[in-house]
């Protein structure tokens, strides 16, 4: 069968779970982008986390590996390549409310934008990253992209993070065991003496 | 000339009248969901059955949703108990007519006429 090393899904869940550990947030309130769910009243913090792209980079190691040390049959042909993945990553909502529970104006949402672009450089962020085999290689500056929800201005910051990954990708590789080998020998005159062996890997 | 006042008339009864097309659906109820792998939403719905009336939405009320809603299958159902969309705590109601699924996207509640109206987009739902 053959494998591969993450799929967007993947991918996007580690993102979420580095953004909920960097800005200390709640459990859950780091989501996929474009999901249907709720999300709470107008001052319930969120953000959302979308894989915008993804792209391979350079060309892809090969290498043959056995999965198993002690089994010869587990050999597998191993791809690895150098993945760039670019992450939208927004956050939404100030968590104050005037008089009537509506969102009062803030920027809230962006200053989280900017502070997660920072944090990412903590020794600790990069800890949690080199954890989940995400290399951070660039952040780019945080957008303030307020709008128009639920007749109030909803408060909300975006930025992209760009890291690499490895994706490594495994296919069987099927071993020869026995080679059956049969030599026939003959003199002149003489009758032809067959003789069969196995030769084993 | 003369001004008739008419007091707004309890709808409920019409709403259940198979005479003017009213016939029974499936509702699907969201009720609080759960979360997994790192804020991927569980919906999660209860089922039962209810009446109304379910008509196509004519031309003038698709023409006044949102742009991507005109090309789909929008119904407009009319209903005797709340019908509900979906707001900040919980997903729009799901309704399944004829095994077609539709989810509620607009509501205009008339509780005091007795009747609750509303329109629904048809989706194409896994079938058991």
New interface residues.
Partial sequence: MITSAWTTDELGAAIRSLVRVVMDLPENTVRPANQLAPTGDQVTEFATVNVIMTDPIGQPSRAVDQTDPDDELSTVEAIEVPIKVVASVNFYRSPIADPTGAARHSSAAFDRAVQFGQRLHLSSSIETMARMGLCLTDVSGARNIPAVVDANWESRGQLDVTFQVIARTTAPIRTITTVPLTTQVQSSGDAIDTTTTEVTS | MSTAVVDAQDMTELMTDPELGSRVFTLRRSKP?T?A?????Q?AFDERQMQGIVQPATAREIELMAEGEHLDKVIAVWAPEELRC??????GDVLVIDRETFRVIKCEPWPQAGYWRAFAMGFIAEQP
């Avoid at chain 2, 792998?37 to 939403?41: D, F, K, L, Q, R």
């Avoid at chain 2, 979906?86 to 997903?91: A, K, S």
């Fill in positions: 969901g979360f792998e790192e804020g991927v939403h919906p979906g707001d900040g705590n919980r997903l």
